[in-house]
């Protein structure tokens, strides 16, 4: 009794010391620097630019954003950020307020608020099997396309419209869009049944639904809108077989290709009667050979077939003749069909030139006008021209104008208006793969005034504004101005070194493959580079980018020698593929030179020692644990032979639940043997029972991390020690069941264990455990 | 000593006796009886005392240098022991290398005592004095080692600037999940 009593005083006397603080102070709250907001690559994009209110375009993105941009200046009015496993299928428009986003696989169907993007209403659907999904909004269809019409208010029309049909999870979903409530549901007999597309014309009260059982069955089922009666179904069976994409012509009539893709098939399916007409694709298009493509877009009475040597636009008349109208030989995307007046519809065609892209906007019915023509040039390169998206507005000489939002192969995003890039937004920063730093330029002296500030005329007009700002003259612009002038020459932002190294260059690199410069004192973009050498090409289908690593660092010759880093990536994502090495100039932003491995990369380790002109060793691990030494210089052997013995390096594999030490052996054999790679020898393994423990961090110390005093305590309160090994490795697992999200498992099933481990030798130094604890984990070593 | 004046007082009060046959034994009449020596008895006083004294002389010295040796056994075992107390820093290492630092220590304090017992005109206590230092000075070098072993020792500019990176180790380690 007397030890519990004590111990209850024991823990109240630590209680009351102990005061938990995970609070910023009172001034810290919201302050930073700089912040800045992405959106990634646009996949979507739905236009609302009604007379009154604000213009916007909403859209959805590969990084699962959903936002609401203004399109006079591209900035962001909201922005929702989903999970990592909730893609969006489907944006657009209802009654014209809300928007309707259809994410993970089909099955949530939410709702929001244009003017500020609170979620009005969220439905979840249900269905027996995974399927592909689909959006779609009559109503969309109805005062988008129809933008001036009156007589669309009728009341009939409106209850009508207000239900969204989704097709989700194998079957589709009637869901009113005014609460989100499920009106009705129609479960398709066929389980495997895949709608390609959903049709309801305007003045019926029927939906046809068109779709693909298995790969050879066509079906076609007509469905009552106002209660989901299964009104009538009709199959037919094709020999050849069907894939890929579908393109809808006309009202009933398709286009898609056979199974060897060689062959256009027109399936009309009016009047509950299918019928399929072929036509090779051969007797279109001369010389074709191999495999074709049907673009997927909603235009009528003309389909684009695109095959290796050019994208051929084919038209079908009304009794279904296929002609070929156009055949474009350059990289072309069109975008889906906009009905622009009564009965007139027009879609985007860009065709690349060498530095700039031309904008066509033509009717669907004749080829051979233009509505539009423009020429628009880049002023950086940008790739090509991945998707894009068109919208109208009417002149003031009511005559039709077209803008038109293109997606480039960088994830940038332009609007494109009167033939001049309207506002541009770098949104392949939304998805950075890896991040290095470097210094910037040691400020020389004897710099002239004229110099730094551009030129005379600049310089005057900077006093003068500044003088403005003085004498109390100046106007809300003019003082934005004076502080946009402060910003650029204040301390902070420089383009010069600083004693304590605290301005430097954030050297980033993206999905896309662009490389960015972003100056750490205002976050501004000093320099971009789409690295030509992880495009596509015909040596590297499908090249990705992996990090980016500080190649050249030059202390000794600082003044004369810019710093250049070293690009890795991979020609497939695959990781048995081989390596891609960029070096680029961190400070004029120039690709050095860049060529292909012949290895693939599993590990990249920049070592410690640097050759006579300053370029870091590297050592590359292969996916068959051979050690490849870069730079290829019998120098840089030569270092390297002299600390053969003591470099190792250690592998985590995950799914296994095993970390190995190796170290360095001979020269390695086989048919890549050459005086730049070695063998490897295994050290030592550390092996964690799989049934009770997963890796899921493994943390060490930074090689480039500096820390002067005994300890340091970083922004986030981690503290870092001057004297820890650079070779322990922090490990950090949970129990398997407590290994996915929080909540996921009780705390009596999760627990976590800490190793630190030494990575030479590979042993644990210090182990433990934290019942009831639960990832993720982050750690400052 | 009491011996010889009771051979040669008896009978009489008092008697001089000038001649002094005792070094010659075969001057004698009666010879000296199977066994008996009569050199013991030929000593004088003196030489007595002196054989006495070296004696005694010699078995400090042999004492003083048991003592000046006697370090080095302690060196072994501290070295025995430092062995298995391996090279990471913990209670028990910590412990072992200490005592290895204090024990040489209290010793060198306490040279002049330790030799003090064998203090003695006749007997050089330099040289066993200099090999108990050597020997002590000795054993804190193995505690001094010993601490350099455990990384316990400012041996780096850094460990006195904080402003100066640590060294660096001769080892190089880095590693990872496989890049994906």
Redesign the interface.
Known sequence: MAMAIRSLLIFLCIQSIAVPTFSLYEDQAGLMDWHQKYIGKVKHAVFQTQKTGRKRVLVSTEENVIASLDLRHGEIFWRHVLGTDDAIDGIDIAMGKYLITLSSEGSILRAWNLPDGQMWWESFLQGPSYSKSFLFVPLQFITQYLPKSPSIATSSKVDKDNTILVFGKGSLHAVSSIHGDIVWKVDFPDESFEVQEVIQHHDSNIIYVVGFVGSSQFDVYQINAKNGELLKHDSAAFDGGFSGEVSLVSKAKLVVLDAARSTLLTISFQKGEISFQKTYISDLVKGFSGMAMILPSKLTGLFAVKTITATTFISMSSVGQLEVVDKINHATVISDALSFSEDRQAFALVQHGDSDIHLNVKQNHDWSSDLLKERIKLNQQRGFVHRVFMNNYVRTDKSHGFRALIVMEDHSLLLLQQGEIVWSREDGLASIIGVTTSELPVEKEGVSVAKVEQNLFEWLKEHMLKVKGALMLASAEDLAAIQGMGLRSSEKSKMTRDHNGFRKLLIVLTKSGKLFALHTGDGRIVWSLLLNSLRQSEACENPTG??VYQWQVPHHHAMDENPSVLVVGRCKPS?DALGIFSFVDTYTGKELKSFGLDHS????????FTDSTEQHLHLL?D?SGQAHLYPRTPEAVAIFQL?FS?????????DNGVIK??GLKSNCDGEVANNYCFGAREVWSIVFPLETEKIIT?I?RK?NE?V???AKVVADQDVMY??I???LLFVATVSPKASGDIGSATPEESHLVVYVVD??TGRI?HRMNHHGSQGPVHAVF | MDKGKAVMGSGRRWAVDFTDNSTLPSSRDIPDPPGFSRASQEQDDSAVAKQKKDAEANWKAQKAWEVAQAPFKNLLMMGFMMWMAGNTVHLFSIGITFSALWQPIGALQGVGKVFEPYKDSKVDLLVPKLVFIALNLGGLALGIWKLNTLGLLPTHASDWVSSLPPAKEVEYSRGGFPLL
């Open positions: 992996i990090n990781s990369i599993a590990q990249v380790i920049q070592l410690p691990i996916t600390e003591n470099i190792y390096w250690y592998s985590v594999e995950a030490g190796h493994t060490t090689s500096v002067h005093t005994q001057k004297y090994s650079k070779n990575t030479v130094l």
